[in-house]
């Protein structure tokens, strides 16, 4: 199987769930990984923090980053707080917009111009299932999952002659602590019920499908979004 080797990954909220099973599958093979999460950490040269719920906090993580040449971008980091969309106050909604879709977008403006002058680059946008259909409770989280998808399909029109893939990865319910956080278990229960596969994914089975849209045996997919939920999206 051909690999993605020997390329500087740049993986965000790395530090738990699918964020991390990534920074592990590219580590295995051979890439060097910068991750991020909120939190100051003890150790490793390869992890940054970031905390996207404000532009400040964006704006200084996007300037460290200008000068890594960044090969490959997962833009991962991701909030879901569940509530109706009337107790959903101003607060709240920028802070989803900040950390779920502008966040990714600067950081993709942040790396586009190594990427173009190496006329290679590989950009996954996590966005979600609810970007493209609806649940209650999850207005402005479906808002920019939906929001990440068109900017994958515009950034894709314009840099993908430049050897640039970028690709939105929607998964459907996968088991970390944002789904156990959000869902009780009867919650859980209907929905593994109305899952075709019958259970939630795992975060390593979406790491390495993740891991292998970065070879470049994958070159000519670009903009679109792919679904990866044990089929639950098939069902009316
Ligand atoms: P987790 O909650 O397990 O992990 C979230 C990651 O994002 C952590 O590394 C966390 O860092 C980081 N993060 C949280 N808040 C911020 C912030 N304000 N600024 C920067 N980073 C932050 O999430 P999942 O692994 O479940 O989800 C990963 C992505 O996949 C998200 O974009 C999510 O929307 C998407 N997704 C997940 C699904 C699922 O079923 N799990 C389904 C569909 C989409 P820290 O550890 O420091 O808090």
């Known amino acids: 199987m051909e690999r993605t080797q020997n390329k500087k990954i740049l993986i965000t909220g790395g530090t738990r769930g699918i964020g991390k099973a990534c920074v592990e599958e590219f580590l295995l093979n051979n890439n060097e990984v910068i991750y991020t999460g909120t939190a100051q950490k003890k150790s490793g040269e390869n992890f940054m923090v970031a905390d996207f719920s404000t532009l400040d906090g964006i704006n200084e993580f996007c300037s ?11 833009n991962n980091a991701g909030i879901n707080f569940p509530k109706p969309f009337l107790k959903e106050d101003t607060e709240d909604i920028l802070k989803s917009y900040y950390v779920n879709l502008l966040a990714p977008v600067l950081l993709v403006k942040t790396v586009l111009p190594s990427m173009i002058k190496n006329n290679w680059g590989k950009i996954i946008n996590i966005g979600s299932i609810l970007g493209a259909s609806g649940k209650k409770d999850r207005a402005s989280y479906s808002m920019t999952k939906s929001g990440l998808e068109a ?9 993908s002659k430049y050897g640039i893939n ?5 998964p459907g319910y996968i088991d970390t602590d944002l789904t156990r956080r959000n869902l009780n278990e009867s919650e859980r229960k209907l929905i593994e019920g109305s899952i075709p596969i019958g259970r939630f994914g795992t975060p390593l089975e979406l790491a390495k499908i993740i891991y292998s849209f970065t070879h470049d045996s994958f070159n000519y997919l670009s903009g679109n979004t792919i679904t990866i939920d044990g089929g639950i999206s098939i069902l009316i």
């Open 166 to 170: 970028s690709l939105c990865v929607a």
């Open 151 to 159: 900017f994958t399909r515009s950034i894709a029109i314009e840099y």
């Open 64 to 74: 460290k980053v200008r000068k890594l040449n960044i090969d490959i971008l997962i």
